[in-house]
């Protein structure tokens, strides 16, 4: 792996449907336009996941239906552990399939897609000028983009908001 972008599924409606549970809330109106556009812009600066890793709620397949419409075909795992991990979780899903592609996309939910974010910043020696860009939290379709050396390495390369784009 090369590359790994951390996503966060786009806004959700506050809405749970009849007879489901949060893991069933669909995309507001609002959120499909989000991570469609943070698709186009993920795109537009070359960032094509070669593998999508993605949580079994309903919110986080639709932002990935959304999102890869720029991309055309990515191999995707709909993972049901995914749902609500920890950062511990999501990190161990992308070291077991960091060998299998050189960028992999993760796109998983607060508050864990957050702290692994913030994880590998501080495992990177990230500037504190860069912590400071997270220390507001991660905004839902927001994007962690991360070079990752060799060695396995991630170092920050770029955060993409919906609010910045």
Not at 103 to 115: D, E, R, S, T, W
């Amino acid at each position: 792996m090369h590359r790994l972008i951390l996503m966060r599924h786009a806004e959700a409606d506050a809405r749970t449907p009849q007879g489901g549970g949060d893991i069933d809330r669909p995309l507001s109106v609002r959120g499909r336009a989000e991570a469609a556009a943070i698709g186009r812009a993920l795109a537009a600066r070359g960032f094509k996941p070669d593998l999508a890793l993605v949580s079994a709620a309903t919110r986080t397949q639709q932002t990935w239906q959304q999102v890869s419409e720029t991309f055309g075909e990515v191999p995707l795992q709909i993972i049901e552990h995914l749902y609500d991990a920890d950062a511990t979780t999501l990190r161990t899903e992308v070291e077991i399939n960091e060998d299998q592609s050189g960028c992999v996309l993760v796109l998983a939910h607060n508050p864990g897609i957050h702290q692994l974010a913030v994880d590998y910043l501080v495992e990177s020696a990230a500037s504190n000028a860069i912590l400071e860009k997270f220390s507001g939290g991660f905004p839902t379709a927001s994007c962690a983009i991360f070079n990752v050396d060799a060695a396995g390495r991630p170092t920050f390369e770029g955060w993409l908001t919906p609010s910045a784009l």
